[in-house]
C-alpha cells in the first residue's frame, strides 16, 4: 500500500460532460502529480502540484486543470470531455527525496470512460 | 518522436529464461533513469534506479549507457511473478518524470 487513494475508482461519462478526480497523497509529501495512461500505453505527465501551486505541465490542453489543498491532497478536473479522455488516470504523490530515488508513489488510479 | 522509446512486446519467455529490455531516450539533458514495474491493472511501481557504472538488485541487472542515450533491464532466471509491463523512466532534475510506453512481459510456465 502506497498510502494514496484516488476516488472514485471507476465511472463513465458522456462527451462534452466534466469530470472531477480526487487524490489523497501520502503523509509527510507535498508534491501530486497527475499522468494519463492509455490503454496499452505509458502514463503521460499531466501537470505537477507543489505546495499549492502548479508546478510544471505537460501537453494537455487548458481543459484539464487542477488544484491542490492546503493538506497536499489534490484534483483533476476535466470540461468538455471527449472520447479520447478515455483513459486511466494516476496520481503520484513525492517528495524532494523522489528527485533523488525517482520513487512516485501511486494511487490505483481513476478509470474514465467516455461515451 | 517520444522522449523515451521502448520495444512494446510481448516477450513470451520460459520460466528461468535470461530476458533484456531496452530503451532510448532523446533528451540529452536527461539525468537519472528508472526502472518501474506495472502490473496488469495496477498502478506503476518503482523496481530499480539505473548507473552508469551498472547496478545490480538479486536477479535484475540495469545498465545506462550515456553516449548512446541507452538503458537496459536483464532479468535472469525469470519467475512467473515476474509477468507484468516494465517501464522506462527518465528524469530531468526539476522537471517531470518522463515514462516510456512500456514493455510486456510474460513468463510461461
Known amino acids: 500500500e502506497t498510502g494514496v487513494t484516488q476516488s472514485p475508482t471507476h465511472l463513465i461519462k458522456t462527451r462534452g460532460q466534466q469530470v472531477t478526480l480526487r487524490c489523497s497523497s501520502q503523509?509527510?509529501?507535498?508534491?501530486v502529480s497527475w499522468y494519463q495512461q492509455a490503454l496499452g500505453q505509458g502514463p503521460q505527465f499531466i501537470f505537477q502540484?507543489?505546495?499549492?501551486?502548479?508546478?510544471g505541465r505537460g501537453n494537455f490542453p487548458p481543459r484539464f486543470s487542477g488544484l491542490q489543498f492546503p493538506n497536499y491532497s489534490s484534483e483533476l478536473n476535466v470540461n468538455a470531455l471527449e472520447l479520447d479522455d478515455s483513459a486511466l488516470y494516476l496520481c503520484?504523490?513525492?517528495?524532494?527525496?523522489?528527485?533523488?530515488?525517482?520513487?512516485?508513489?501511486f494511487g490505483e488510479g481513476s478509470r474514465l470512460t467516455v461515451l | 518522436r517520444k522522449e523515451v522509446e521502448q520495444d512494446p512486446g510481448p516477450f513470451n519467455v520460459p520460466e528461468g529464461a535470461t530476458v533484456a529490455f531496452n530503451c532510448t531516450y532523446s533528451?540529452?539533458?536527461?539525468?537519472?533513469f528508472f526502472w518501474y514495474r506495472q502490473d496488469c491493472r495496477k498502478e506503476p511501481k518503482l523496481l530499480m534506479s539505473v548507473y552508469s557504472s551498472g547496478n545490480e538488485d538479486g536477479r535484475f541487472t540495469a545498465q545506462l549507457n550515456r553516449a548512446s542515450q541507452y538503458i537496459s533491464l536483464l532479468i535472469r532466471d525469470s519467475k512467473l511473478s515476474d509477468s507484468a509491463t516494465y517501464l522506462c523512466?527518465?528524469?530531468?532534475?526539476?522537471?517531470?518524470?518522463?515514462f516510456g510506453p512500456g514493455t510486456r512481459l510474460s513468463v510461461l510456465p
Open positions: 523512466v527518465a528524469h530531468n532534475y526539476g522537471q517531470n518524470f518522463v
Open positions: 503520484a504523490s513525492s517528495s524532494r527525496d523522489s528527485l533523488i530515488t525517482g520513487e512516485l508513489f
Open positions: 533528451n540529452s539533458a536527461s539525468q537519472s
Open positions: 503523509s509527510g509529501h507535498n508534491t
Open positions: 502540484y507543489y505546495r499549492e501551486e502548479e508546478n
